[in-house]
């Protein structure tokens, strides 16, 4: 039986095929310099790389000089080995010559052709001609309006008004359009309405990627925005398909389409759908839910199959975030999973509307002689393919009597860039079938053949390998933590961790000496920052007698501790990872309530914690054998690495989580003891920390831990005579009293403390004229204002070129007034209080000193009736020499500071003491390289927010006044807490010396 419908399958093929072949077979129309560009993209990998990243771009050039010096920079650079036909005859001239103009001129034109290839119009006034001509050859349209990603409520809304009045204006048009098919009415065919329309569930909410962990809100914020569209839907009579994009908006694109249709107004509309992804390995699971939902619930429903137009996001996201790829890399594997998935499809026709999306022949073939063989009737069946593609196999399938419709994307070029580049990209790959089929000509039998049974010889996608690290001896390569998924279990564990944390609050927090905890007199309360009055703990002060205790336990304690082998202290350091995985949730509600962060970035801190602890432990292991420093025959010199002494830890509050555990297990895990004091704001975190750390295995005096207010006891730590080591994150004024005091505090025979000092910063993102705005203010508003901008990493300064000033501001001032504020316990907020009351006046003095110097573009306060709030603003009219653009504010105020070109853009973010971190969007090569070298920060990010470092892929810190130019997280930094000694011996005795 399967040997016969093979045999079907593949007699379809063959005869779609000679059909095909009546036409001239070509993959994409017949013009001339796109066909030219897709050969040469397909020959040559570099090129290719570099003409889609220019297509990418393009829409962003201004002028033609900036197309000419683009083109150069892009095309003709010296590593480039491209033909002179491919450096478009500007290798060697001014891009402000004529000639450049006019070649730039040339270029463009033939980029807006390519564009229009797959992209129908601008509108749709200017596609309806282009449509209406296809129509009359039998074939309509679903469409698209070319829009991903909004980035603002304004932009939410604009996207709804567009999608209503786009409905609007092809009811109008399509009046004159008579159906299509014998069926007579206004339907095609008599059973499909003639709009059919496609819609991203990114273009409903600006917010969705950062409220997984609230996916009640989103689903409930996108469907407020999707209501109108489908009633408007319904009033027409279109069809609404909603749109699949990327992994993470799986569940949400699912829940909203189910749960808008199981409501009254719209329960029962046949005219609805989904489009499904086959190239996912769990793509079964979900799909076999949504049938079982549209049987049970009797919801008539369309479902578009397509294979996946992400695969190089998702792929290179999975590789980046330590986890399993959850694509195919077998192309003939994700064939495989397309025709189980039409099989199911087809058999739930009594509800189920089947739209086969591909242009591969054997998919074709095999979903017809499925439909066949299931008696599925005509109007449950048809196959959609993309407008600028294949014309031939269209033609061919059309006249083969197949029901088909075209994917037209409409919009302008700049949002219609990123769909044009999957398409270049898919259509370029060496797997696609149309690339095979009609330019490199293969098989005809191999195309067709069975994908299930090739799958096994076909090789998987070349993807890079995991590295390899015998250093790290039997502990494997470190790998960062995998982001934080937020399942519908984990958001119930999360909420019932912040029950659990109020439940039993407030705890008693005594000092821990020597293995011992202690009660004080005198205590303080730690609170949450959002509602002061809820106390989470009444924290033990320490005073001057029980630093002297402390620091006496930990002496004592050095000399063992230290004489630990590394590798053994490294595994406590690895149960203390453990530990922190087994109560990620505890600590990650604690992070809530007791310093404000909200649910993403609290889970964010304890993935981090866990990468110091795999990462320092695992560098432990590679520095801890002596290294040979000379190769010189009769000489034996080595480097040995010992730790300093007693080391003195002073945490911040707005990284209590994960700073805390870094520096502590960098002091703890090279030899040194330890005596750690937790920011005065977050002593509950402290406690719950130094209690993991110490139940992995520490003896008694290595880990001490004093909390305390005020300046007095880290002035006392840092002083002290038993102290070898201080390492201090926090402001700059308190970093200079404590390097202060233990540089007059040193002792003659221990000789100067060492000092490890990470501060703040004054951080400035540069915007180029170039730069992609949409993913530029992402990452401004991210950087400027996650965690109420109370991170020493956070951008204050945006610096932006003149030419896009005006549009810069405006969107970074939509995006921000967006965010949603409120209490961060509730995961519906981004943006919560800050700190403290001192942190409260300090951010409002600098908003009204703000209003003076400055052009207040937005202030925007939340509603929450207690709590330290302050508002986000947002400043223009600043210059290098205002306060606002050199002060530490170090809360929600971002400055925009325009400059007249990337030369001043520099010149300004250089112009302060601070170098911490800094950040450029540019797509200019020649400009990226500037940065690299002249704009000075510790961390410098390209094309990137500012914010979020990775250990071990990011190695964080700054200078000047910014620290000391130690990174955390990186290859150095345990050797900040060690001595490096050399041994030299000579091994030539009496005339002889080893050879080997």
Not at 456 to 475: F, S
Not at 839 to 853: F, M
Request: charged share 25%.
């Amino acid at each position: 039986m399967a040997t016969e419908f093979e045999s079907r399958v593949k007699s379809r093929g063959l005869e779609i095929f000679g059909q095909v072949e009546k036409g001239t077979p070509s993959l994409f129309k017949k013009d001339y310099w796109t066909g030219k560009v897709m050969d040469w993209a397909m020959k040559d990998e570099a090129f290719k790389v570099q003409m889609f990243r220019f297509v990418d771009v393009f829409p962003y050039l201004n002028s033609p000089e900036a197309v000419a010096e683009h083109i150069q920079e892009y095309f003709c650079r010296p590593e480039h080995d491209f033909p002179k036909a491919l450096q478009f005859g500007l290798k060697r001239i001014s891009p402000n010559s004529m000639a450049a103009k006019m070649a730039a001129k040339g270029l463009s034109s033939n980029i807006r052709s390519m564009g229009k290839q797959f992209i129908v119009g601008n509108t749709l006034k200017e596609a309806a001609p282009v449509m209406k001509k296809v129509r009359d050859k039998g074939v309509p349209w679903v469409m698209k309006i070319l829009k991903e990603e909004v980035k603002s409520v304004r932009e939410e809304e604009a996207f709804v008004r567009d999608q209503i009045q786009f409905f609007d204006e092809f009811a109008e048009i399509s009046k004159k359009w008579p159906a299509l098919g014998q069926g007579g009415g206004e339907l095609d065919w008599g059973d499909t309405p003639k709009c059919v329309m496609s819609v991203m569930v990114s273009s409903l909410y600006a917010q969705y990627m950062d409220k997984a962990c609230a996916f009640d809100h989103s689903v409930k914020r996108a469907k407020n925005r999707l209501r109108p569209i489908l009633r408007k839907a319904q009033e027409i009579g279109a069809c609404l398909i909603l749109d699949m994009e990327h992994l993470p908006l799986r569940e949400l694109t699912l829940a909203t389409y189910k749960s808008i249709m199981e409501e009254e107004e719209f329960a029962g509309y046949p005219h609805t759908g989904i489009v499904y992804q086959a190239y996912l390995r769990d793509a079964e699971t979900p799909l076999e839910d949504l049938l079982q939902w549209s049987g049970k619930r009797r919801q008539p429903m369309h479902i578009r199959l397509v294979k996946g137009a992400f695969w190089d996001e998702e792929v290179v996201r999975a590789h980046q975030n330590n986890v399993p790829i959850p694509v195919f890399t077998n192309k003939y594997e994700t064939d495989a999973m397309f025709e189980r998935l039409t099989r199911r499809i087809l058999e739930n026709h009594n509800l189920v509307t089947y739209k086969c999306a591909s242009h591969n022949i054997r998919s074709i073939a095999f979903a017809q002689e499925t439909a066949n063989d299931l008696g599925v009737p005509k109007d449950k069946f048809e196959i959609q393919m993309l407008y600028g593609m294949a014309e031939n196999l269209r033609t061919a399938l059309v006249r083969s009597g197949y029901r088909l419709r075209l994917y037209a994307p409409i919009g302008e070029v700049i949002p219609g860039m990123a769909y044009l580049v999957r398409r270049l990209l898919e259509n370029t790959s060496n797997e696609s079938f149309l690339r095979q089929s009609f330019k490199e000509g293969a098989d005809k039998e191999r195309l067709l053949a069975n994908p299930a049974e090739l799958s096994a010889t076909h090789a998987q996608a070349q993807l890079p390998a995991r590295e390899e690290a015998p250093e790290y001896g039997d502990k494997g390569p470190f790998l960062n933590e995998p982001p934080f998924e937020w399942t519908a279990g984990s958001r119930q564990d999360m909420a019932r961790a912040l029950e659990e944390a109020r439940s039993s609050a407030p705890r008693e927090l005594p000092l821990h000496i020597n293995g011992q905890d202690r009660s004080t007199r005198e205590t303080f309360a730690s609170v949450n920052p959002n509602n002061p009055e809820e106390v989470l703990g009444q924290a033990a002060s320490a005073g001057k007698e029980d630093a002297d205790e402390a620091l006496a336990a930990a002496r004592a304690a050095f000399p063992d501790w230290s004489r630990i082998l590394p590798g053994k202290r490294s595994e406590c350091l690895f149960r203390a990872a453990e530990g922190i995985r087994r109560r990620r949730h505890a600590l990650a509600a604690m992070d809530v309530l007791e310093i404000g962060k909200n649910w993403n970035e609290a889970q964010a801190d304890v993935n981090e914690a866990i990468d110091f602890l795999e990462y320092y432990g695992r560098e432990m292991i590679r520095l801890s054998p002596a290294r040979s420093v000379s190769g010189k025959l009769g000489e034996d010199s080595r480097l040995i690495h010992e730790p300093r002494g007693v080391a003195v830890v002073i945490a911040p509050y707005n990284m209590a989580l994960p700073i805390s555990v870094g520096t502590l297990a960098a002091a703890l895990v090279t030899g040194n003891s330890a005596v750690y004091k937790p920011a005065p704001q977050a002593p509950v975190l402290g406690f719950m920390l130094a209690g993991i750390l110490r139940e992995s295995g520490l003896p008694d005096g290595v880990l001490n831990v004093l909390s305390g207010q005020g300046e007095d006891l880290p002035e006392t730590l840092a002083g002290h005579p038993e102290t070898d080591l201080v390492a201090f994150t926090g402001g700059e004024e308190a970093g200079r009293r404590v390097l202060e005091t233990a540089a007059q505090t040193g002792l003659p025979n221990r000789g100067f403390k060492k000092t490890v000092l990470s501060l703040v910063g004054k951080n400035a993102i540069i915007m180029d004229s170039d730069a992609d705005l949409d993913a530029a203010v992402s990452g401004v508003v991210g950087s400027a204002f996650g965690y109420q901008g109370q991170k020493c990493s956070a951008c204050s300064r945006l610096i932006v070129l003149k030419d896009n000033y005006d549009k810069v501001l405006e969107k970074v001032k939509e995006a921000a007034d967006s965010l949603d504020m409120g209490p961060v316990e509730d995961p519906r907020y981004s943006f919560g209080a800050v700190i403290d009351e001192e942190a409260q006046k300090r951010v409002e003095e600098a908003v009204r000193r703000g209003r003076q110097e400055a052009e207040l573009v937005l202030e925007k306060r939340s509603g929450q009736s207690n709590g330290y709030t302050v508002p986000l603003a947002v400043f223009a009219g600043i210059g290098p020499e205002h306060r606002l653009a050199r002060e530490n504010v170090f809360g929600p105020v971002l400055s925009v500071i325009r400059v007249k070109d990337f030369d001043q853009a520099l010149e300004v973010a250089n112009s302060i003491p601070y170098a911490l971190t800094g950040g450029v969007y540019s797509r200019n090569p020649a400009n990226i390289e500037r940065a690299y070298r002249e704009f000075k920060v510790g961390n410098l990010y390209i094309n990137r927010g500012i914010t979020g470092a990775l250990v071990g892929r990011h190695p964080f810190g700054g200078f000047r006044r910014s620290g000391d130019g130690s990174k955390a997280g990186g290859p150095d930094y345990l050797k900040e807490f060690m001595v490096t000694r050399t041994i030299i011996e000579n091994t030539f005795r009496s005339g002889f010396a080893p050879l080997g």
